[in-house]
Protein backbone atom coordinates (compact mmCIF):
# COMPACT_ATOMS: atom_id res chain seq x y z
CA UNK A 1 0.00 0.00 0.00
CA UNK A 2 1.13 3.84 -0.70
CA UNK A 3 3.06 4.82 2.60
CA UNK A 4 4.50 8.47 3.03
CA UNK A 5 6.21 9.44 6.12
CA UNK A 6 7.26 13.04 6.33
CA UNK A 7 9.91 14.24 8.51
CA UNK A 8 12.24 17.17 8.86
CA UNK A 9 9.69 19.14 11.23
CA UNK A 10 10.46 21.58 14.17
CA UNK A 11 10.63 24.76 15.89
CA UNK A 12 13.06 27.33 13.97
CA UNK A 13 13.15 31.43 14.28
CA UNK A 14 11.89 33.66 11.95
CA UNK A 15 14.16 33.84 8.77
CA UNK A 16 15.59 30.38 9.87
CA UNK A 17 15.61 27.49 8.08
CA UNK A 18 14.34 23.51 7.62
CA UNK A 19 14.65 21.03 5.08
CA UNK A 20 11.53 18.43 5.01
CA UNK A 21 12.08 14.80 3.72
CA UNK A 22 9.45 12.50 2.58
CA UNK A 23 9.95 8.67 2.44
CA UNK A 24 7.76 6.87 -0.03
CA UNK A 25 6.91 3.69 -0.53
CA UNK A 26 3.87 1.12 -1.91
CA UNK A 27 4.28 2.71 -5.92
CA UNK A 28 6.83 3.38 -8.48
CA UNK A 29 7.71 6.67 -7.25
CA UNK A 30 9.80 7.53 -10.50
CA UNK A 31 6.23 7.34 -12.55
CA UNK A 32 4.38 10.20 -10.53
CA UNK A 33 4.45 13.88 -10.00
CA UNK A 34 4.41 14.97 -6.17
CA UNK A 35 3.61 17.91 -3.84
CA UNK A 36 3.68 19.68 -0.42
CA UNK A 37 0.48 20.77 0.98
CA UNK A 38 0.25 22.23 4.47
CA UNK A 39 -2.58 23.36 6.91
CA UNK A 40 -1.88 26.02 9.11
CA UNK A 41 -3.67 26.16 13.00
CA UNK A 42 -7.95 26.99 11.73
CA UNK A 43 -7.36 27.16 8.24
CA UNK A 44 -7.73 24.47 5.36
CA UNK A 45 -4.68 23.08 3.06
CA UNK A 46 -2.63 24.93 0.90
CA UNK A 47 -1.22 23.57 -1.59
CA UNK A 48 2.63 24.61 -1.43
CA UNK A 49 4.86 23.12 -4.21
CA UNK A 50 5.04 20.70 -6.70
CA UNK A 51 7.65 18.38 -8.93
CA UNK A 52 7.75 16.44 -12.27
CA UNK A 53 8.33 12.32 -12.14
CA UNK A 54 11.54 13.97 -13.21
CA UNK A 55 12.57 16.71 -12.16
CA UNK A 56 11.61 18.21 -15.75
CA UNK A 57 9.45 21.49 -13.99
CA UNK A 58 8.95 22.64 -10.66
CA UNK A 59 5.60 25.08 -9.07
CA UNK A 60 5.62 27.26 -6.15
CA UNK A 61 2.56 28.92 -4.51
CA UNK A 62 3.07 32.56 -4.32
CA UNK A 63 3.54 32.40 -0.51
CA UNK A 64 6.87 30.87 -1.16
CA UNK A 65 8.19 31.25 -4.18
CA UNK A 66 12.05 32.45 -3.81
CA UNK A 67 11.85 31.21 -0.16
CA UNK A 68 11.59 27.13 -0.72
CA UNK A 69 12.67 24.70 -3.12
CA UNK A 70 11.28 21.15 -3.88
CA UNK A 71 13.23 18.39 -5.00
CA UNK A 72 13.33 15.19 -5.39
CA UNK A 73 15.86 11.75 -5.25
CA UNK A 74 13.96 9.01 -7.61
CA UNK A 75 16.87 6.68 -6.76
CA UNK A 76 15.88 6.72 -3.37
CA UNK A 77 12.09 7.15 -3.23
CA UNK A 78 12.33 10.51 -1.31
CA UNK A 79 10.67 14.48 -1.75
CA UNK A 80 12.93 17.21 -0.22
CA UNK A 81 11.45 20.70 0.67
CA UNK A 82 14.34 23.31 1.71
CA UNK A 83 12.80 25.77 3.20
CA UNK A 84 14.66 29.34 3.88
CA UNK A 85 13.94 32.40 5.38
CA UNK A 86 10.91 31.07 7.21
CA UNK A 87 8.23 33.88 8.45
CA UNK A 88 5.40 32.95 11.24
CA UNK A 89 2.76 32.17 8.80
CA UNK A 90 4.50 29.22 7.30
CA UNK A 91 3.97 27.73 10.74
CA UNK A 92 1.52 24.54 10.03
CA UNK A 93 1.56 20.70 9.62
CA UNK A 94 3.24 20.22 6.37
CA UNK A 95 1.93 16.89 4.36
CA UNK A 96 3.81 15.20 1.21
CA UNK A 97 1.01 14.34 -1.50
CA UNK A 98 1.02 11.78 -4.43
CA UNK A 99 0.04 13.17 -7.23
CA UNK A 100 -2.13 11.31 -10.33
CA UNK A 101 0.47 11.47 -12.97
CA UNK A 102 3.58 12.12 -14.26
CA UNK A 103 2.99 15.71 -14.65
CA UNK A 104 1.05 18.26 -11.66
CA UNK A 105 -2.62 18.47 -13.02
CA UNK A 106 -3.80 21.63 -11.47
CA UNK A 107 -7.06 22.27 -10.05
CA UNK A 108 -8.59 25.60 -9.53
CA UNK A 109 -6.88 25.50 -6.02
CA UNK A 110 -3.99 23.69 -6.23
CA UNK A 111 -3.24 20.12 -7.78
CA UNK A 112 -4.90 16.89 -7.64
CA UNK A 113 -3.73 13.89 -5.23
CA UNK A 114 -4.77 10.80 -4.37
CA UNK A 115 -2.44 9.73 -1.01
CA UNK A 116 -1.49 12.40 1.76
CA UNK A 117 0.99 11.41 4.82
CA UNK A 118 0.25 11.75 8.17
CA UNK A 119 2.12 14.96 8.25
CA UNK A 120 5.25 17.19 10.30
CA UNK A 121 4.91 20.29 11.70
CA UNK A 122 6.68 22.98 11.53
CA UNK A 123 6.88 26.01 13.80
CA UNK A 124 8.26 29.61 13.16
CA UNK A 125 8.19 31.58 16.67
CA UNK A 126 10.53 33.49 17.87
Known amino acids: QVQLVESGGGLAQPGGSLRLSCAAS????????MSWVRQAPGKGLEWVSGIYSDSSDTYYADSVKGRFTISRDNAKNTLFLQMNSLKPEDTALYYCAKGIHSILVFTSNGVKYDYRGQGTQVTVSS
Open 26 to 33: GFTFSNYA
